[in-house]
């Protein structure tokens, strides 16, 4: 892990970027929500800063949730808390937040950069809601949200197959997000320069607006939250749905890596 993990860090132009997880540790659990929590904080006190980037790894933005999280007693409100936990938070900021995905972004993962205003793709790394194949049902909105970006055919496909696509096969697929897709060189350049364009409008401007695009998204995330709670509650019932979680999560291997 580096020192750039869990704390805020300034950049030119009002910017500032909060690295959320490793390609060491790619998974979020309680410590990420808490540091995202306290970033939010430090940031409502600091009227400097005008936009949030928020950072994975250099081959894994996230995978989402630890493997503890969802063999907890009560996977499916641990679940809820921790996955609704975080777009909550990037939605609470009267800033514009962007999400540098130029490392893998999978289920979770992919879910936390998508609640940012803003996501960068890159045309390498490979991104997918793959709930089912790990044996559970989508998550953290996921299920709203993948239709909005991706089309609901493509949608559907993903959360159905829980297969993963390559940045470059989302952006030849001409879907909402296709724009974002760009070489991983860039994605990191890319991310920033955004940023610092949205730091430069006024700050009470900002502030309204980006409010009133929040709220709108809360409500379509808590609908969400609320459904596939009500999933998550039924499957993990089954012992089956912890076994399938317990072969299957998560190996990091050469498959996942860019090409």
């Known amino acids: 892990m580096t020192g750039k993990l869990y704390r805020l860090q300034r950049h030119a132009g009002g910017v500032a970027g909060l690295q959320i997880a490793t390609d060491d540790a790619p998974h979020v659990g309680d410590a990420a929500l808490d540091a995202l929590g306290d970033a939010v904080a430090e940031i409502q006190r600091d009227p400097s800063v005008r936009a949030l980037v928020l950072e994975g790894g250099d081959r894994h933005f996230c995978s989402g949730a630890t493997r503890d999280t969802l063999m907890d007693a ?49 045309e390498e790394s490979l991104y997918g809601a793959n709930f089912l ?84 998204r809360r409500a379509q995330l808590d609908r969400a939250i609320a459904d596939e709670l009500a999933m998550h509650t039924e499957v993990f019932a089954h012992a089956e749905t912890r076994a399938h979680i317990l072969e299957s999560y998560p190996a990091l291997s050469d498959e996942t890596e860019p090409a």
């Open 74 to 122: 009560d996977a499916p409100r641990a679940i809820a808390r921790l996955m609704g936990g975080f777009p909550r938070l990037l939605l609470s900021l009267e800033i514009p937040t962007l999400a540098l995905l130029s490392g893998h972004a999978l289920g979770g993962g992919l879910m936390l950069g998508l609640w940012c205003d803003v996501a960068t793709l890159a």
């Open 133 to 216: 194949a790990l044996g559970f049902t989508p998550g953290m909105g996921s299920t709203v949200l993948l239709e909005e970006l991706f089309g609901a055919p493509l949608a559907r496909d993903m959360l159905l197959t829980g297969r993963v696509l390559k940045g470059r096969d989302i952006k030849a697929a001409g879907v909402p997000i296709s724009h974002a897709v760009v070489p991983r060189r860039e994605a990191r350049a890319h991310t920033y320069a955004l940023a610092q364009d949205m730091a430069l409008a006024p700050p009470t401007t900002m502030a309204v607006f980006r409010s009133h695009l929040a709220a709108r």
